[in-house]
């Protein structure tokens, strides 16, 4: 059974940089996706990026400020966060699925439990 853990989240100033990680353990494949969402509070979940092999998207709303990365031999992907907004304020989740690129949370079958952020103005 698969299972992600997220880590990395914290409190940054607006214009501050963090970087988050997922790391997936158990019978996990390099070919699945894993993607970041977010959700803030009030806020229905909202897609950020996904890897999936060599290929990545990003969310027209993050593009040019987050990248994400993945390193295979460790099972794990990173969300890169730059130039921070207090509208990024949220709570992060990891998850994975068996399809390409999928940017809609039902295709994604294993999340994680999330990791905070928070930006402060």
């Known amino acids: 059974q698969v299972q992600v853990v997220e880590s990395g989240g914290g409190l940054v100033e607006t214009g501050g940089s963090l970087r988050l990680s997922c790391a997936a353990s158990?019978?996990?494949?390099?070919?699945?996706?894993m993607g970041w969402f977010r959700q803030a509070p009030g806020k229905e979940r909202e897609f950020v990026a996904a890897?999936?092999?060599?290929?990545?998207t990003v969310a027209d709303s993050v593009k040019g400020r987050f990248t994400i990365s993945r390193d295979n031999t460790k099972n794990t992907v990173y969300l890169h966060m730059k130039s921070l907004k207090p509208e990024d304020t949220a709570l992060y989740y990891c998850?994975?699925?068996?399809?390409?690129?999928?940017?809609?949370?039902?295709?994604?079958?294993?999340w994680g439990q999330g990791t905070q952020v928070t930006v402060s103005s």
């Open positions: 998850a994975t699925s068996a399809n390409a690129l999928p940017t809609k949370s039902v295709e994604y079958t294993t």
């Open positions: 158990g019978e996990t494949s390099s070919r699945a996706t």
């Open positions: 890897s999936w092999r060599s290929l990545t």
